[in-house]
Every structure is written in C-alpha cells, then in structure tokens.
C-alpha cells in the first residue's frame, strides 16, 4: 500500500512537469502567449518548430506510458495501469507548478492507452498522424483519437470498472479542455496546424487585451450606475427621514 501512494503522487508530480512551458523558456517565448496559448505538443509545433513539438510530445507521451508500465508491472495491476496513468494526465492538466493551468492531456493520454491496448494504440496514432496531414484541425483529430482509444479500452477491460471509470475520466479531462477549441471552431477562428508546411504564428494578447477592456469598461460602468442608485436611494431615505421628523414636530 504505502508503494502505491508513493506511486499516486510521484505521478501526479511528474505528470504536472510540462515541457512546452519548458521548451518556451529555453527558446526566450511564453508558450501561453502564441498561437491557442495550450502548452501542449500543438501549439509548441506551430509556433516554436516541429522538433520542439515532436520532443514536447514524446516527453508528455513518455508520463503516461511511464506510470501506466509502473502500475502493470511494479503493481502488478491492470487496474494501477489506469489508475497511475489517469494520475499522470490529471497532473498534466492541472499541475501544482503553474497554479493549475496545464495542458490538454491528449499525448500523456496516448501514452497510457498504448500501455493498455498496445496494438489499436499505435494504429489510432498513426491514424491521427494521417488525419493530421489531410484536416488541420487538431483538436478534431484529438477528439476522435482519445474518444476511439476509450471506447477500445472499455471493451477490453470490460469486466473491470476501475480500468473503465479512469478510461472516462481521462476522456471527459481531453473533451473539457477543449471546449475552448469549439468556441474557436464555431466561430471560425480555430488554430489549423500543418505537420508538412509552413504554420501561422499569431502572438496573443490583442484581441485578449480588447475583450478584456470592453469586460473592464462594462464592469466600471455597472459599478457606477450601481454607486448612483444607491446614493439616490440614500438621499430619498434621507428626504423621507427629514419629512416624518418634521411631521413629527408639527404634531
């Protein structure tokens, strides 16, 4: 047991380093300032370089392989497989490093699943290298990557409920992260990302800073209608003190 907890929380501190906030820094940039602002493989892709997201996602990759392979082997447990790499994503997604503003979770996500399905995980990669190459849309493609991985382990691991329990929750942690991507989609102003070509950089903060400004000046402007109904309440309170004391003189 005390080798187990060890386990939970070395995994939720290793799955918590993320390397494309590191990979920012050596490269002089903030990561959560150019092209979607995830720190994730994707993004570091399309804006750092290609090499520089390849070794973002063989890192972030490697944790949830890593922890998935300690819980089969070192446990001895199909279900610590899960429950050890689910750990890992979570602390992806919300590491204690940056206030638990992490990545999306898809590559440590990947990495897991390959552990516990070690033939459907690699071709679902390979099929979303492809899809990759033909539709640019990368959320899409990690989307139907995770969601036919989960579907495949809860099939396998049928007769385990852990092993389907943390297979969901993984899945709803990549659905949630993305909601932003969705938005984006809907209104046409998603991210596309080329593997093979060139890729738009655009620095973030513009469009952010006007939002922001527009909410600022909304909210200051509320305050002050708020402060102005209030003193004119104040001031009819008074009005009306004033008249029942004199009233009160009177009789």
Request: proline fraction near 2%.
């Amino acid at each position: 047991m005390a080798l187990k907890i060890i386990l939970v929380f070395v995994a939720y501190l290793v799955g918590a380093i993320n390397m494309a906030t590191i990979i920012g820094k050596l490269k002089g940039k903030n990561i959560k300032k150019l092209g979607s602002g995830n720190p994730g493989t994707m993004n570091v892709m399309r804006s750092i370089g290609k090499g520089w997201g390849a070794l973002t996602f063989a890192f972030d990759c490697a944790k949830g392989v890593a922890f998935a392979l300690l819980g089969k082997y070192a446990i001895g447990s199909a279900d610590w497989m899960f429950i050890l790499g689910a750990v890992a994503v979570i602390g992806h997604v919300f590491p204690i490093y940056t206030k638990f503003k992490g990545g999306k979770g898809v590559a440590t996500s990947l990495g897991m699943f390959m552990v516990a399905t070690p033939i459907v995980g690699p071709c679902v990669f390979v099929a979303l290298i492809i899809y990759l190459l033909v539709c640019k849309i990368g959320f899409i493609g990690s989307y139907l990557a995770v969601t036919a991985l989960t579907v495949a382990n809860c099939i396998k691991y049928r007769s385990s409920v852990i092993a389907i329990v943390f297979s969901l929750i993984v899945w709803a942690l990549v659905i949630y992260r993305h909601k932003d991507n969705v938005v984006r989609f809907i209104h046409g102003k998603e991210n596309t990302l080329s593997i093979v070509g060139k890729n738009e950089v655009k620095q973030l903060g513009e469009d952010e800073q006007s939002e922001n400004s527009v909410e600022n000046q909304v909210s200051e402007d509320a305050r002050e209608t708020l402060s102005d109904d209030t003193s004119s309440i104040k001031e009819k309170t008074t009005s009306f003190d004033d008249s029942s004391v004199a009233d009160d003189q009177i009789q």
